[in-house]
Nanobody, 119 residues
Framework: VQLVESGGGLVQAGGSLRLSCAAS????????MGWYRQAPGKQRELVAA????????NYAASVKGRFTISRDNAKNTMYLQMNSLKPEDTAVYYC?????????????WGQGTQVTVSS
């Protein structure tokens, strides 16, 4: 299983970035997907999540209205469009996939991509 994030980088406050997560080795369309982030000295937190069919999404209060999560099941790829970025959005952003089959839950993480927002 591989989840490969891309699109991170350095951006000024108010700018935009688009993260991508390319998945392989899983039945992508059967997995709920999410973006998490972890800033230095802080716990990893959920940023946004999307259901397996893309019909439902949810966001952390801190990013609602600025970030948009989406997925393309035909391309096995998830996205996070980040607008109006703030310095407090600086973190390593991780892609997460999760599927429950019977009594077992399968959970996978990407290696992370750094997002740095300068003031």
């Amino acid at each position: 299983v591989q989840l490969v994030e891309s699109g991170g980088g350095l951006v000024q406050a108010g700018g935009s970035l688009r993260l991508s997560c390319a998945a392989s080795g899983i039945t992508f369309s059967a997995n709920a997907m999410g973006w998490y982030r972890q800033a230095p000295g802080k716990q990893r937190e959920l940023v946004a999540a999307v259901t397996s069919d893309g019909s439902s999404t949810n966001y952390a209060a801190s990013v609602k209205g600025r970030f948009t999560i989406s997925r393309d099941n035909a391309k096995n790829t998830m996205y996070l469009q980040m607008n109006s970025l703030k310095p407090e959005d600086t973190a390593v952003y991780y892609c997460h996939a999760q599927r429950t089959r019977g009594t077992r839950t399968y959970s996978y993480w990407g290696q992370g991509t750094q997002v740095t927002v300068s003031s």
